[in-house]
């Protein structure tokens, strides 16, 4: 079923009907507060007043065609830093490096993305960079290698259901990088991703175990991305256990799901952020969600049967 789904992301031919359909729009909104900036902000504003808690903030789109749609992306994200910061709030962005011009220039994507960092920096904020499907993991990590270099104000995401992520982070974790840990999102074969959940889950936790060593660069941080309740648990017991400094790690789970372990996290003053995506382009990232839960399409159905 997941394999299904996640062809489905990749068909123009489904992305044009689904995206016209209402009952798909509809299943949408349960993910996403709306497809411009500014209700993406007002859901910012007031998930961040309601929970006192932290956000990242997407503009939905990946592997542009020219390179002028780069820089206007970017344009739009240099916006948002300023607005963010004119609205006092406390919400940071996320990025895809093939929707700042990764498959049209490598040194273009890097002056795209250098140009939000250095802006985000003067924000006090900080850039989040996606990781997208394997084949982007070297280009993604050496620009984020470059960016690193110039500034601490920027942090990657790596995925723990790839063979090469333990490698990777050996090569992160001196330089004290801030990264972003995931199960992964993408349809991979099995040379390069294990194929059972439980691999991928025990991978997870030991990755992410690797962050509480005491004798890391002071600057590393740990973004835990997940809404699997047990690894939660699991890696809040270690970090507890081994006094790890809650001002270096966080959680961060996407809008609209698993509210309840959100809830529990916020009550128990844990660090939390929610990522909120927006934008017109949002039929791939939905079919990925699709994809992370079969009783998502069942979800669908209904709002199709609703009509
Ligand atoms: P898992 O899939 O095991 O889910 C655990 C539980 O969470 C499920 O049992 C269910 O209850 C709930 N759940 C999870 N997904 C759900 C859904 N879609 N709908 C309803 N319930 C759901 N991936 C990537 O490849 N590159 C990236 O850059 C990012 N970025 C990113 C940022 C942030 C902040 C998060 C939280 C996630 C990502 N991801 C990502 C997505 C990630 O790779 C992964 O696909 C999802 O987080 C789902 O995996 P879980 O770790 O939540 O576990």
Redo the contacts with the bound molecule.
């Keep these: 079923m997941r394999r299904l789904i996640l062809a489905g992301a990749e068909s123009a031919w489904l992305r044009q009907r689904a995206m016209r359909a209402p009952f798909v729009r509809h299943a949408v909104s349960r993910?996403m507060p709306g497809e411009t900036m500014e209700e993406a902000l007002e859901a910012a504003r007031e998930i961040g007043a309601r929970q006192g808690i932290g956000m990242?903030l997407t503009h939905l789109g990946e592997n542009l065609a020219s390179l002028s749609e780069a820089e206007a992306v970017t344009a739009h994200y240099l916006d948002l830093i300023d607005r963010v910061q004119a609205a006092g709030l406390d919400a940071q962005p996320?990025v895809?490096l093939t929707q700042l011009g990764l498959d049209l220039g490598s040194a273009e994507c890097f002056r795209n993305v250098l140009a939000l960092v250095e802006r985000a920096e003067s924000a006090g904020s900080m850039v989040w960079i996606?990781?997208?499907s394997s084949p982007y993991v070297d280009p993604t990590l050496d620009i984020f290698r470059r960016l690193r270099e110039r500034s601490p104000r920027v942090g990657v995401?790596l995925?723990a259901?790839l063979r090469r992520t333990a490698s990777d982070l050996d090569a992160l974790l001196p330089i004290g990088a801030a990264v972003?840990l995931?199960?992964?999102?993408?349809r991979e074969p099995p040379s390069v991703a294990f194929p059972r959940?439980a691999d991928v889950?025990e991978q997870?936790y030991q990755l992410a175990r690797r962050f509480f060593d005491p004798a890391l660069p002071p600057e590393t941080f740990l973004?835990i991305?997940?809404?699997?309740?047990r690894?939660v648990e699991r890696i809040r017991t270690t970090a507890a256990a081994g006094g790890a400094d809650r001002s270096r790690y966080e959680h961060?789970?996407?809008y609209?799901?698993?509210r309840p372990?959100q809830e529990k996290l916020v009550r128990a003053r844990v660090p939390l952020?929610?990522?909120i995506s927006y934008g017109e382009f949002w039929f791939p990232w939905f079919m990925?969600?699709?994809?992370?839960?079969p009783?998502?399409v069942v979800f669908v159905a209904r709002s199709l049967l609703r009509g």
């Design positions: 993910f990242l996320s895809k996606d990781m997208e995401c995925q259901y972003r995931v199960k992964g999102a993408y959940k889950d997870y973004g991305g997940t809404h699997d309740e690894l961060e789970m996407l609209g799901i698993q372990l952020r929610v990522l990925r969600r699709l994809a992370e839960r009783a998502n």
